[in-house]
């Protein structure tokens, strides 16, 4: 008997040292990073930002690829991840905070927020008002104005249907101005490109959005920027943007980006992503690539990131309740 069990725990070691470390496991032969939107708008953002900072850093050897599925900020992906590809090693799906509010409302069908594995956020970016440069709405103050007189008289554009957050963001502000968010008018788009073209276009006099889709506007002759949703001002070049709160609209609307992988993907290329992660998020060339894209610091990865998830679900859908949008 001794010498049986002084044998097996001799050969334990080798055992031990014939399995893969995690530190062995090896990246995904091809990566994919899908946007749930068409190209130009915060998913397509957060896609480009994991595609050349992972490259630029080394953590993969191939470029990623970038595809795009749009349809109803995230579901159609959501489903067809799920459904058809639930076990890809290499894909990651991007997602934001409006992703969660429309899976809090039941917008992503039977899924639920069990049925994917929730691997990182890359950043947080903050909700904004904008409009023409030459508007003559020069503040958040003369645009609630005027929707408070004439609700008519103001057509909102932004990146997705009624009950979403861009929706909720203005909802919000209108409800401060004492204005039914159900007078508003309000034009859905599919992504944050879009909006942002009719904008230019004039064919819609206001947009709600992320601040991040703005970067390229700011300082420029287009857009005026005319609040940030943060509950204070911004730093570096955004510092001239004034927030809600200090015109007198006391909202706040912060947007987490990140990414998940589909739910039978196993256990250690799911740790892969997140040791790839956490790594990525100490990075020089990610942090760079993160402030270029207008993005602040936000980082959870793994179990701390899927508890942080579930718990915004739910505050989501208490929110989107207050707006009957819920059961």
């Known amino acids: 008997m001794k010498k049986s069990l002084i044998a097996t725990l001799a050969v334990f070691p080798l055992l031990l040292g014939a399995l893969p470390s995690q530190a062995e496991q090896k990246a995904p032969s091809r990566t994919e990073c899908i946007a749930p939107a068409k190209p130009g708008g915060g998913f397509d953002l957060t896609c480009k930002l994991l595609q050349v900072s992972m490259l630029e850093t080394g953590a993969i050897e191939k ?63 903050y909700g904004m008002i904008a409009v023409r440069a030459d508007s003559p709405w020069k503040n958040l103050k003369d645009l609630m104005t005027a929707l408070e007189k004439n609700p008519n008289d103001v057509v909102f554009g932004a990146g997705a249907s009624i009950g979403s957050q861009d929706w909720m963001k203005t909802a919000l502000v209108a409800q401060q101005a004492k204005v039914d968010p ?29 601040l991040s889709e703005m970067i390229p506007y700011v300082g420029g002759d287009k857009i005026r920027v005319l609040a940030v949703l943060s509950d204070k001002r911004l730093p570096g070049k955004l510092a001239d943007i004034p927030t809600a709160k ?47 894209r207008g993005l602040f610091e936000f980082n959870k990865t793994g179990k701390d990131l899927d508890a942080y998830v579930k718990k915004q679900v739910t505050y989501y859908r208490d929110k989107a309740k207050e707006f009957g949008l819920a059961k």
């Open 63 to 125: 470029p990623m690829r970038v595809t795009y599925m749009p349809g109803g900020v995230g579901a159609v992906v959501y489903n067809a991840v799920i459904a058809q590809r639930p076990d890809e090693p290499g894909t990651v799906v991007a997602f934001s905070g409006g992703s969660l509010l429309n899976l809090a409302q039941g917008k992503f069908g039977r899924y639920g927020v069990d049925d994917v594995r929730w691997v990182a956020s890359v950043g947080t970016d």
């Open 182 to 210: 159900r007078k508003m008018r309000y034009v859905a788009f599919e992504g944050g490109g879009e909006p942002i073209t009719a904008l230019l276009g004039n064919h819609v006099q206001a947009i709600s959005g992320d």
């Open 246 to 292: 200090e015109q007198g609209y006391d909202v706040e609307w912060s947007v987490m980006r990140g990414f998940y992988v589909g739910p039978k993907v196993s256990d250690a290329d799911y740790q892969w992503w997140v040791d790839a992660f956490n790594k990525l998020q100490q990075s020089d060339e990610f942090k760079k690539q993160r402030d270029l």
